[in-house]
């Protein structure tokens, strides 16, 4: 599974416009999320998925690594390009919404 840190993330973030999942509960998201990110909580990954657009590549982040990486696994089972943030939000540093 492809990891990035968080703070390698935010790095890019700054320049890039990236696709981040964030696999979060919908009341963890509202408390506070990457501005950019979609809501798509791990409990809903296996229909809602069929949302996600299968040329992108995407970032899936939660609060620690945990159900993101089960989510990768998930998702890269169902052929998308996907890239775990180990540390989660508890490592993300910059702009929340």
């Not at 540390?87 to 910059?94: D, E, F, R």
Request: glycine content about 8%; some cysteine; aromatic content about 10%.
């Amino acid at each position: 599974m492809k990891t990035i840190s968080a703070a390698d993330l935010e790095q890019q973030y700054q320049s890039e416009q990236l696709a981040i999942v964030d696999v979060r509960e919908r009341h963890e998201f509202q408390a506070g999320h990457i501005p950019t990110a979609a809501n798509l909580p791990l409990s809903e990954l296996e229909t809602g998925y069929k949302k996600l657009e299968p040329q992108y590549k995407y970032y899936i982040i939660c609060q620690a690594g945990a159900r993101s990486a089960a989510a990768c696994q998930f998702l890269a089972m169902q052929g998308f390009d996907v890239t775990n943030v180990s540390g989660g939000m508890n490592a993300w540093s910059g702009e929340i919404k």
